[in-house]
C-alpha cells in the first residue's frame, strides 16, 4: 500500500500507507510538513490536501463536519479535502495528494 | 477589570492550556503564586479552543473527558491557589531585571515581575488564519481586519465580512445597524454559525438591509492600504467587484510561535530545548513545560506536560525561595498540604 504526497514545494513523495491510520498521520508519521495541529480530531483544518482528480470519487463523502471545518481552510478548492478524515485502506493504494493551504508551519 | 498595569508576582506562567493550569497547582503546593497570561479571552488552551466538545481518552484516571471538562477540573484543583489571569494579552518581550528578576511585557502593556518564567504556550499563540489573497499585507490594520476591537471604529463604514462560523455572523449582526453597508462573503450557502445567529441574517437579507455573496475573494483594490473594493467569484461564474473599504475576514485560529521566538531562547524547530530533570531552557529561571518544549524521548501528551510541571515547581521553588528547604510531601498524607488545599479538616 502507498500513497503518493506532493508537499509545499511541489516536490513528491512516495509513502508506506498503514492500513487504518488517518492519512494526516501517515504523513505525519513520514516527516513531511503538516501543521495538523489538532491532531485528528477535524477541528482546525491545517491537515488540507487537495485530492488528485481520479481519487476524489473513490473516497467515501465528506461528513458535514468536514464541510463546515473546510470553511476555515486556506485556499480552499472543489477537491479539497481534510487529510484526517480520510482513513487508509487497501482500496486506497496509489492514493495521491498535495498538501493544501494552511497545513504550512510558521 | 482592575486598572493595575504591573504587577509582582513568584512565577509567571505564558499559557493557560491544561499544562499552564497544573503548574498553578504543583507551584501552589510549593507555597508559590503563579501569574499567567494568555491571547485567548478563557483558560483552557487548545483544550478550550479547538475541541472542547471532543472526548479526550489518554488523561490518566479519567477513560473518557472532553477538552471543556478537564480544563473546568483543572480550574477547580488550582482554586485554592488563587491564580490571577491575565488573558486576551499576548506575552510580548522579556527582560532581565537588575535583581536578576523577569520582567513579562504583554501587548496590552501590562508588565510582570517574577523570578520563574514558565513558558507553557502549546504550539505558539492562537493568532487568525489569513486567507491567500495577492497583497493583503498592505491593508491589514488599516482596512483589513481579522477582529474587532473597538465596534465604534466601523460607524458609517461599508463593511464585507468573510466566513460562516460564529465570529463572521455574529459581526454580521452587530455591526450591520452601525455600518453605512454590510455584506457577507462565504465559500457555500451553508453557515456552521449558530442557527440563531444565521436566521438573523437572514432576515437582514429579506429586509434589503444587507447583502450576501456566495463566492471566494480573489482579488483587493485600494491604495496606500485602503480598501475600495474586492474581487470576488463563485465556482465557475465570472468574477464581480464587491465594493467596500473595510474588510473583516473571520477563518478562524491557528497557533503560531510569535514573539516567543525573540526572547533570546535557544529554539529548535520553533520548539524550546529543556533538560529533563529541571524542564529549564536555556536561561536560569526559564522554564518550558508541555507541547512547546523538547528532550530526547519527547511526547506531545497532556499527561507529559503534568510530569513536567511537578519537576519544574521543584527546581522554581529553590529559586523563589533559596533559603528555604524543599521538603517533599505527599496531598494524601501531609496536614500542611492538606490545609493549603483547604481540605484540612477532612484529613483523618
Redesign the interface.
Known sequence: MQIHVTDQDGKEHTLEGLEGWRVMEIIKDYGLTI?A??GG?C????CHVYVDGAWVDKLHAMRDDE??ML??A???R?NSRLSCQIIMSEELDGLKVTLG??TE?? | MSDEQNFETDVIIIGAGPVGLFAVFELGLLDMKAHLVDILDRPGGQCAELYPEKPIYDIPGFPEISGQELTDNLMAQIKPFEPTFHFNQMAESLTKLENGHWRLTTDMGVTLDAPVIVIAAGGGSFMPKKPSIPNLEEYEGKSVFYAVRKREQFEGKNILIAGGGDSALDWTNNLQPIAKSMALIHRRDNFRAAPDSVSKMHQLIADKKMDLHVANIIELHGSNGQLEAVTAQRKGEEAYRIECDTLLAFYGLTMKLGPIANFGLNLHENLIPVDTEKFQTSEAGIFSIGDINTYPGKLKLILSGFHESALMAQEAFRIVFPDKKLRFQYTTSSSSLQEKLGVGEKAA
Not at chain 1, 477541528?43 to 491545517?46: F, S
Open positions: 501543521k495541529e489538532c480530531a477541528c482546525c483544518a491545517t464541510e463546515d470553511d476555515e486556506i485556499d480552499v472543489d493551504g494552511g508551519i510558521d
